[in-house]
């Protein structure tokens, strides 16, 4: 009977009293009896084949953990030509070295060890933090820049609407001249009665005075000429 177990990311072909060498278990796996389960197993080979899709459904392997040491140093060197650079370096791979103690298919096992493995998993319950009173967001104006194109309609936009402003200031600048010239027309008319009365007084003046005058004309040539015509027959007589 054997098993191929997957561990580490790597694949490794296990039987019952076996010893191997793997990558080192994490803690939380390793109970106090040092010893592990691993569930994630492709395929066990006892009276007929079970083959997992990708793990065998309720496949188990127990092992016990016998050591935990270091891999030989591996050398890492890096180099780059004509250039001056050199860098050395070692590591050593932390592993674990189990032995392999039973292969079984249990669902029971299966179930009570994915629950145990859950519960595991879950974080521990912390007291939830105390509330933060945040400041209240202060209010930001935001500033959009116009495109040439929305500038270029806002001031299409404007000529249209400056005719009708004119209208309106033209026809809002010549109500008050004709107020004023509805006030005009009484002032022009006693404007235009003076010079009537002005030119009454004169030609009455004028007409008083021409009879004057010809009836002093009339006197003149009234005296003087019968005195010549007198004077005219004396001397011919």
């Known amino acids: 009977m054997f098993a191929i177990l997957e561990t580490g990311g ?8 076996e010893v191997l060498e793997v990558e080192r278990i994490d803690a939380a796996r390793i109970d106090k009896d040092n010893r592990v389960v691993f569930d994630s197993v492709l395929l066990i080979q006892d009276d007929t084949l079970h083959l997992g899709q990708p793990f065998v459904e309720n496949g ?7 050591d935990e040491f270091k891999s030989p140093k591996v050398i890492v060197f890096k180099k780059k030509s004509k250039k001056g650079y050199k860098r050395t370096k070692g590591h050593r791979q932390q592993l674990h070295r189990i032995e392999i ?8 096992g299966a179930k009570a060890f994915a629950a ?8 521990v319950d912390q007291p939830a933090p105390a509330e933060v009173s945040k400041p209240e967001p202060t209010e930001t104006k935001t500033v959009t820049k116009k495109s040439p194109a929305a500038k270029k309609t806002a001031s299409a936009k404007k000529a249209a609407g400056k005719p009708a402003a004119g209208k309106t200031s033209s026809a809002a600048k010549t109500a008050p001249k ?7 027309p009484a002032a ?7 010079p009537a009365a002005a030119k009454a007084s004169a030609s009455a003046g004028t007409s008083a005075e021409k009879p004057a005058k010809k009836t002093a ?11 010549g015509k007198k004077d005219s027959g004396k001397e011919n007589n």
């Open 101 to 108: 103690e039973k292969i079984e298919i249990n669902a029971a």
């Open 116 to 123: 145990a493995k859950t519960s595991a998993q879950k974080p």
């Open 217 to 227: 004309t009339a006197k003149k040539t009234a005296t003087a000429k019968p005195a």
């Open 178 to 184: 004709k107020a004023v010239a509805a006030k005009k």
């Open 10 to 17: 790597k694949q490794y072909r296990v039987a019952e009293g």
């Open 60 to 66: 188990l392997i127990h092992a016990r953990v016998v």
């Open 188 to 194: 022009a008319k006693a404007s235009a009665d003076k």
